[in-house]
């Protein structure tokens, strides 16, 4: 399987601190996305990393990207409550003639005021 | 406010029905995919329409259909429902053939419970 898995499963901070996840993944891929999704909601997409780069920033959002290790990590700086849903990987599918994306089970991130 | 439309938002239906999910997608985006999420599976991939043609299949269950119509907009056939196709069901777009190259825009979802 394709599918990236985020570490840790569920994480919890106080406002202010800076909160990190990270993504493991199996295979070779040209890209990897982190996506947001509040509860019940739908997922929002928060950045692209391509597998030349190492690293990306868009905000407060800082992606990095290991592809000899197979790994990327979100770190989120300042955290605010607002910050509180749960964030998924997504890597390309591949084999089988899937196209997609498939999602990792994501990282239930609660930002305590 | 991703510009994708998803109905109904809800739908309570009992073991042995069909449903029809509909969706439609950014304006001007070819593309649509269907996700499942549940608490066990998390979030699978489905199926995938370009332009009216099925592009890519994942985890779609037989019992499961899908298809775009010239007007972009895509319906999710689920038939013969069983307890464990409760579930949030999603609809993204994109421009392009390929959500590698690209972010996806998701819809808030269809919640299906069958009971």
Redesign the interface.
């Given at each position: 399987s394709q599918q990236g898995e985020e570490d840790p499963q569920a994480l919890s901070i106080q406002e202010g601190e800076n909160a990190t996840m990270n993504c493991s993944y199996k295979t070779s891929i040209n890209n990897l996305q982190w996506y947001r999704q509040n509860s019940g909601r739908g997922l929002v997409h928060l950045i692209l990393i391509r597998s030349n780069e190492r690293e990306k920033h868009s905000g407060r959002l800082r992606v990095t990207l290991d592809t000899s290790k197979k790994s990327s990590s979100l770190l989120i700086t300042a955290s605010r409550a607002a910050d509180t849903a749960s964030y998924f990987c997504a890597i390309p599918n591949s084999g089988g003639g899937a196209d997609g994306l498939t999602f990792g089970k994501g990282t239930h991130l609660i930002i305590q005021p | 406010d991703?510009g994708?439309t998803q109905t109904p938002k809800h739908l309570i239906t009992a073991t042995g029905q069909r449903v029809t999910l509909r969706c439609s997608p950014r304006s001007g985006d070819l593309s649509v995919?269907w996700?499942q999420q549940s608490l066990d599976q998390?979030?699978q991939?489905l199926i995938?329409y370009y332009n009216g043609e099925e592009?890519?299949?994942?985890n779609i269950l037989e019992r499961f259909s899908a298809q775009q119509f010239p007007d972009l907009h895509s319906e999710l056939n689920l038939s013969s429902l069983e307890l464990g196709d409760s579930a949030?069901y999603?609809c993204?777009s994109s421009s392009g053939?390929?959500?590698?190259?690209?972010?996806?825009?998701?819809?808030?979802?269809s919640?299906l419970t069958v009971l």
């Open positions: - | 991703s994708v995919y996700y998390g979030l991939f995938q592009r890519a299949k994942g949030l999603f993204a053939t390929s959500a590698a190259n690209g972010e996806l825009f998701f819809g808030e979802g919640r």
